[in-house]
């Protein structure tokens, strides 16, 4: 059943999500301070493919918290205005829903990515 959902997730804007991830991981990875943030976006990245196989568990210290400050000015806010534009227009369906949902967790690991570690079910 996860795999049918993950292959409908990919088709319901699941790739679009995985696609601004990669774009912000990219972007990040130009500079060599930035690598760390960029390797976190290509995570995160792998999570928006097939978030049904997979869960965040939250852990973070000091260090996770001033890059999650920096993080939310560049770059986190766009992707989660995205991936919440994209579970609003889901979510009009009753198909949908599960979907999402699934986006609105996506939305809000978008805001504080750092000290969160993708974890499969």
Do not use: H
């Amino acid at each position: 059943m996860r795999l049918l959902g993950n292959i409908v997730w990919i088709i319901c804007g699941g790739l679009l999500s995985a696609l601004g991830w990669w774009i912000a991981g990219l972007l990040w990875c130009i500079t060599v301070v930035g690598i760390p943030v960029g390797v976190q976006c290509f995570k995160m990245s792998s999570l928006s493919l097939n978030p049904f196989d997979k869960e965040v568990v939250q852990e973070g210290g000091a260090v996770s918290c001033l890059l999650n400050i920096l993080w939310f000015f560049f770059g986190g806010l766009e992707l989660a205005l995205g991936n919440l534009v994209i579970g609003v227009v889901l979510c009009i369906t009753i198909v949908g829903i599960p979907f999402g949902i699934q986006f609105f967790k996506i939305a809000r690991l978008s805001l504080s990515p750092f000290g969160a570690r993708v974890v499969y079910k």
